[in-house]
């Protein structure tokens, strides 16, 4: 089993930034991929950012490109997602996926974008 711990949600201003933290602890024999999917009231989970961990090619939704980054940092399996200039439409509840013999989900974090 592999467990994801996800921090640095909250309520930012429009136009403001938010830092997304998830990272996987547990039975990690070799992670293929992690990244990010969001959900908004009443809308279908979404893609927002991830990679496949050996490459290292990154991918966005086209919604997010230019605005977030998806970093990652090896040695502790965490991966992190900085969100910039962001708008209401981003209010979402945002859940990190791990891909490592199996496809695991955090417990999501919400980020709430509103003046």
């Known amino acids: 089993q592999v467990q994801l711990v996800e921090s640095g949600g909250g309520l930012v201003q429009p136009g403001g930034s938010l830092r997304l933290s998830c990272a996987a602890s547990g039975s990690i024999y070799s992670i293929n991929a992690m990244g990010w999917y969001r959900q908004a009231p009443g809308k279908e989970r979404e893609f927002v950012a991830g990679f496949p961990w050996s490459r290292g090619r990154t991918l966005y939704a086209d919604s997010v490109k230019g605005r977030f980054t998806i970093s990652r940092d090896n040695a502790e399996n965490t991966v992190y997602l900085q969100m910039n200039s962001l708008k209401p439409e981003d209010t979402a509840v945002y859940y990190c996926?791990?891909?490592?013999?199996?496809?695991?989900w955090g417990q999501g974090t919400q980020v709430t974008v509103s003046s």
């Open positions: 996926y791990c891909n490592s013999a199996g496809l695991y």
